[in-house]
């Protein structure tokens, strides 16, 4: 059973920094795109950040100039490199992963649980 974990939410100040991850463990075959989603309470979810196999990102314009999403393909993990945080980053952050479907060849978008992050003084 494939699955995300997702990993280094938390606390923050304002103006600080936070490095989430999220891995598949045992996981071994190709990853295609990978992105950081976030949804806070009475919001809808959103695109933060994605990366594709090819290291292409984009992001949402919120977080540009503060967010790095980058990925160790050895790993099959994504980080979030998150600098400047405001309080309106406040929210669960969720992993997504385009992951194929073993034995199917149909790549398949998995989600993790989700972390909190919550930019506070």
């Known amino acids: 059973q494939v699955r995300l974990v997702e990993s280094g939410g938390g606390l923050a100040q304002p103006g600080g920094p936070l490095r989430p991850s999220c891995a598949a463990p045992?996981?071994?075959?190709?990853?295609?795109?990978m992105g950081w989603y976030r949804q806070a309470p009475g919001l809808q979810r959103e695109l933060v950040a994605a990366i594709t196999s090819g290291d292409v990102t984009n992001y949402a314009d919120s977080v540009k100039g503060r967010f790095t999403i980058s990925r160790d393909n050895a790993k099959k993990m994504v980080y979030l490199q998150m600098n400047s945080l405001k309080p309106e980053d406040t929210a669960v952050y969720y992993c997504?992963?385009?992951?194929?479907?073993?034995?199917?060849?149909?790549?398949?978008?998995?989600w993790g649980q989700g972390t909190q992050v919550t930019v506070s003084s």
């Open positions: 997504n992963a385009d992951l194929l479907v073993a034995g199917t060849g149909v790549v398949y978008g998995y």
């Open positions: 045992g996981y071994t075959d190709r990853v295609d795109t």
